[in-house]
Each structure stands twice: as C-alpha cells, then as structure tokens.
C-alpha cells in the first residue's frame, strides 16, 4: 500500500505541473490574441492545439543575429560592387574617349576609391548586436516557442475562425514577445 502512494503521489505532482505550465501559456496567448490596441476583446477564445515547439537560446540568438548581418552585408556589398564595376567601365570609356576629360578621370577615379573604401569598411564590419551576449552562457535560454492553433469568433464575419500562430514568449512563459503566423 505505501509503494503505491510513492508512486502516485510523483505521478500527480508531474501530472499537475505540466498542465500547468500549458494554462499559463494559454492564459497568455488567450490575452495577447483578445487584446487589440491594448483594449481585450471577448473573442470566444478555445485553445484546440498548444504545444512547446523550441527553445532559443543564446547561443541560436547570436546564429540569427549573424545570419541576418551577412545576409544584409553581402547584399550590400554585391550592390556596391556593381557600382564600382558602372565606374570602372565608366572610368575606362573616358580613357579611351577623342576628347579625354582629366576631370571626369578623377571624378570616377573618386567614386572608384570611396566605393573600395565601403566595401572594406563592410567586409570588416561586426554586428553590433552582439555585445549584449558576450559573457553570457551560450546554452542560457532566451525565449520558448509555442504554437498554437485556436479557434475564435471572427468580429468582420460573425464565424468562428482557427488560426495556428508561434507565439514566442519569455522562458518562464509569463511575457510575450512576439507572434508568426503558420502557413499551412
């Protein structure tokens, strides 16, 4: 009889902590959907689907962040280096022109070096970013990723509506940060 009661009492304890941590989540992402311009609207909200689908921790912020930057960079430096390639052409056209023009040889010799001088400006460039994580333990857990698909009143069509969102939501799940629609 008491190795029963050993083992239930854990098992209820387990049992009660999950679904727990599953209502709060609901509770919050109940309010962040019924709340507009930080008036909360009564929607009618049913959470059908709710589920912890990651995590983000330092270490997957500081991927994002630098993913992002070179994306960014590379997409400027290609910009730039089709730039410099119109002033070379351009350069060498008034080289080889009846009337050379020293004036616009400097012109487009300027572009040219201020051009270079971007490109490496950009190649040498870090994202500023991420000081805020240097120090930090790279497997520190940012943020917690739940989807979840839910049902409610549409206002503009009087029906009901389901929607599946990721709702991106402080690691204790008592902040919400932000929301990305799931295109199925």
Do not use: H, W
């Amino acid at each position: 009889m008491d190795m029963k009661r050993i083992f239930l009492l854990p098992l209820f304890a387990l049992l009660f902590s999950c679904g727990g941590t599953t209502s709060k989540y609901e509770k919050l992402i109940a309010d962040v959907v019924q709340t507009e311009r930080g008036v909360k609207i009564d929607l009618n909200f049913k959470a059908d689907k709710l589920e912890e689908i990651s995590q983000i921790s330092v270490a997957d912020s500081i991927k994002i962040i630098t993913d992002s930057f070179n994306a960014e960079r590379n997409r400027q430096t290609a910009s730039l280096e089709k730039t410099l390639s119109v002033f070379t052409k351009s350069i060498e056209k008034a080289k080889t022109a009846s009337r050379l023009s020293r004036t616009m040889i400097n012109s487009y010799q300027s572009s040219i070096d201020k051009t270079n001088e971007q490109i490496d400006a950009l190649e040498k460039s870090v994202p500023g970013e991420l000081t805020k994580y240097e120090n930090r333990d790279t497997s520190e857990i940012l943020a917690i990723v739940v989807r979840c698909t839910y049902t409610i009143d549409d206002p503009l069509t009087n029906k009901r509506a389901t929607e599946t969102f990721d709702f991106y939501l402080s690691p204790d799940g008592t902040k919400f940060y932000s929301k990305k629609r799931v295109k199925e």
